[in-house]
T-cell receptor
């Protein structure tokens, strides 16, 4: 998985609780991304980062926040989880050039009860 | 707005037969196009990309894709399918800002023996 790990790999939580997912990369990629995958929707971008402390919103950012305090780590936080946030979450990373390929982590399956 | 369409939810093919997974796109400017494959309970794996140059792009595992600008298509092909090719395939296009990818909804390829 191109040096990208995600933790936890599986999580079950209850509505209203905060949840943080972690993405770690070892290739010093500039860009990092969080996507969610849902049946019938493909992958949709939640947030992305273009450098340490530099982040921006994606298509489905409501209810999510992110932080990047180090090049290698990108955190996704659900401040108060809802059942609609039950999904599989993928982290990705790529280099600085627009032609660079995005590489993906193994995913985190989150269930919100 | 940039968009990607994968018109078939599922493609069925017999082992040894050629396969095609279709993708059409809508972009302003020159398209950067990608194909990824996802095996069950795994992350997305990069197959190939078109940036510029030869319209026929060769990628991993014997896959290739043909870029057709007039038809705004980027179909994935393989001359002889294997059962192990059975997976979920995603087409993607770089977004207008040049930072993230916009994904199609995916096509499930099923290869029967």
């Amino acid at each position: 998985d191109a040096g990208i790990t995600q933790s936890p790999r599986h999580k079950v939580t209850e509505t209203g609780t905060p949840v943080t997912l972690r993405c770690h990369q070892t290739e010093n990629h500039r860009y990092m991304y969080w996507y969610r995958q849902d049946p019938g929707h493909g992958l949709r971008l939640i947030h992305y980062s273009y450098g340490v402390k530099d982040t921006d919103k994606g298509e489905v950012s409501d209810g999510y926040s992110v932080s990047r305090s180090k090049t290698e780590d990108f955190l996704l936080t659900l401040e108060s989880a809802t059942s609609s946030q039950t999904s599989v979450y993928f982290c990705a990373a790529k280099g600085a050039f627009s032609t660079d390929t995005q590489y993906f982590g193994p995913g985190t399956r989150l269930t919100v009860l | 707005a940039q968009s990607v369409a994968q018109p078939e939810d599922q493609v069925n093919v017999a082992e040894g037969n050629p396969l095609t997974v279709k993708c059409t796109y809508s972009v302003s400017g020159n398209p950067y196009l990608f194909w990824y494959v996802q095996y069950p309970n795994r992350g997305l794996q990069f197959l190939l990309k078109y940036i510029t140059g030869d319209n026929l792009v060769k990628g991993s595992y014997g896959f290739e894709a043909e870029f057709n600008k007039s038809q705004t298509s980027f179909h994935l092909k393989k001359p002889s399918a294997l059962v192990s090719d059975s997976a979920l395939y995603f087409c993607a296009v770089r977004d207008q800002a040049g930072t993230a990818l916009i994904f199609g909804k995916g096509t499930t390829l099923s290869v029967s023996s």
